[in-house]
């Protein structure tokens, strides 16, 4: 590892005005190759700006700095370090572009992944060494997140899925307990280490079935007492089964597939039984029982995760719950500046709830507007078809779409901030903690991979979008494989979801896939209908 005293040499590179210049030469060549990869034309002029520019740039910051290097959390070298979910996420916003780092940044949270299938909650990037970040300031709570070890499931399919790198799949990597002499006590392959995030969250379960919250899960400021139930880790835990589920089927082990396929089973059933509060579904259950985002709260009534989320995992899909979930969502949190986190506001700190109460009404996770969440139910809307109403959410958070509120937003107009304040603040709209925010990496792919609807799969390109009925069409070249993709996407019909017909170099193929070429440029067309 370079210290002080590697700085006079690395000073000595840029000593002559030639040497400068080809750093901004190889600079500038980074970023030419790195924003090729993914090209897209569509009739909103904010909305090419983001994905061609602002928003790849902005997951290349997260990917390397996560919530490392903040002014808005505790400053460069603190011992925040980078979060294990974090990163994960953020990953996933810049395997197009730079597979094989990423790749990397993927090893490295594998292995400070525990032997039990959990994970250590953040760790320093420079020596490795691990922690299990806030939940140790509580010793009646749990030590453990019960969300982390999920995310590496989603960022590891999506590198599969992107690069066709199964080998990967069996590299060797140490989960992070050490012995005396700072040797790993066990090394797995990067499935098993899935496998065993997956299996930890099947074995810690509570009164209902449901995953146990541990001391926290995506939302850090609710601690509620050991034994609480996490309807987001449900969730999270069905869309990472179903992701590991499709790993095995591609290479062929049809037995764990249908396993997997089996634990999904039972853990939609959990949630069906438990968790459906009449209009919308619940957030947590208590140790004793008590339901969190139950209209028969005072506060916290109704939490967007616990909705989108069951879009997004597939439980909701029973008699159309998922799609009456959302329609509370666009009653009670949805704003023309962003959808709010939960609502009602807590007013007044409540220790068995946490840090949550420590905010005022509509700011932060209190109520406000939580950008890292909103793209979760952009998606959920393409998924429902709804195509109008994914785009608008869009929108109203779309930094570019911002500059004539400038003074009021107050965040740079090309980049995500991490909160904004919702309608319960005196300041509504003021955004806050621009850059270092998750929202990044999952607006990067909910604008590429659900509104245009160009996802790589393991058995080919995707073609699927969801797009306002008043588009005529848009264009996208996609990088991918080793291939160049140009994809035409015509709506004659003013419709918002459904390839109708699609041909792959002038061939006509049968649904809505291309199958992976290894070389060369292929011509696309796809049309609704």
């Keep these: 590892m370079d210290g002080p005293g590697a700085i006079p040499a690395a000073a000595a590179r840029f000593a002559d005005s030639a040497s400068v210049d080809r750093a901004f030469a190889e600079l500038s060549a980074f970023w030419d190759r790195y924003l090729s990869v993914i090209r897209v034309e569509t009739p909103d002029a904010a909305f090419n700006s983001m994905l061609n520019l602002h928003n790849p740039r902005q997951c290349f910051t997260t990917k390397t700095w996560s919530r490392y290097l903040s002014l808005y959390q505790l400053g460069y070298g603190s011992d925040r370090g980078i979060g294990f979910r974090d990163s994960s996420q953020d990953v996933m916003g810049v395997i197009p572009q730079i597979p094989e780092e990423a790749r990397e940044l993927i090893e490295k949270l594998l292995s400070v992944q525990s032997r039990d299938g959990s994970a250590y909650h953040q760790f320093n990037p420079l020596t490795m060494a691990a922690g299990r970040g806030d939940s140790m300031e509580y010793e009646d709570r749990p030590h453990w997140y019960s969300d982390d070890h999920l995310w590496i499931v989603l960022a590891v399919a999506a590198y599969a899925k992107e690069t066709g790198n199964y080998a990967f799949l069996d590299k060797t990597v140490p989960f992070y307990e050490k012995d005396k002499a700072e040797k790993p006590l066990e090394t797995g392959s990067v499935l098993e280490h899935l496998f065993r995030g997956v299996f930890f969250t099947r074995s810690h379960t509570g009164a209902h079935g449901l995953p146990l919250l541990g001391f926290a899960d995506w939302n850090d400021t609710v601690n509620l007492p050991a034994g609480a139930e996490s309807l ?3 969730h999270l835990y069905g869309w990472a089964l179903r992701e590991l589920a499709d790993l095995c089927a591609c290479l062929g082990n049809h037995g764990k597939t249908a396993e997997l396929l089996q634990w999904y ?3 939609q059933e959990a949630v069906l039984a438990s ?3 009449g209009d919308w579904f619940v957030r947590y259950f208590n140790a004793d029982g008590t339901p969190i985002g139950s209209a028969k709260n005072e506060y916290g009534k109704l939490w967007l995760n616990a909705q989108s989320w069951a879009v ?10 998922g799609r009456k979930a959302m329609d509370a969502v666009a009653k009670h949190l949805a704003t023309e500046k962003g959808i709010k986190l939960s609502w009602p506001g807590y007013n007044g700190y409540d220790r068995e709830k946490g840090g949550v109460t420590t905010y005022p009404p509509g700011a932060k996770e209190n109520g406000g507007i939580f950008l890292h969440p909103n793209p979760w139910a952009i998606i959920a809307e393409t998924l429902l078809g709804e195509g109008d109403k994914a785009f608008d959410y869009y929108r109203r958070i779309n930094p570019a779409a911002k500059n004539a509120i400038a003074d009021e937003y107050e ?3 090309y980049c995500y901030a991490q909160n904004i304040l919702a309608d319960e603040h005196p300041n509504f709209g003021l955004g806050r903690n621009s850059w270092l925010s998750g929202t990044s990496s999952w607006m990067y792919q909910t604008g590429v991979k659900h509104i245009l609807g160009i996802r790589p799969e393991h058995g080919g390109l995707l073609i699927d979008p969801c797009i306002p009925r008043d ?11 080793g291939a160049e993709y140009r994809i035409s996407v015509k709506n004659p019909g003013r419709v918002s979801k459904g390839v109708a017909s699609l041909t792959v170099d002038g061939n006509k193929v049968e649904g809505n896939r291309v199958p992976w070429f290894e070389s060369g440029t292929h011509e696309i067309e ?3 209908g």
């Design 526 to 528: 796809a049309i609704l």
């Design 312 to 321: 997004l995992s597939g439980f909701g899909d029973s008699e159309g719950k």
């Design 411 to 413: 965040c740079e107009p």
């Design 232 to 234: 987001f880790t449900a």
């Design 275 to 277: 968790a459906w509060d």
């Design 471 to 481: 588009w005529e069409g848009f264009s996208v070249i996609r990088h991918c494989r």
């Design 265 to 267: 089973g039972e853990m």
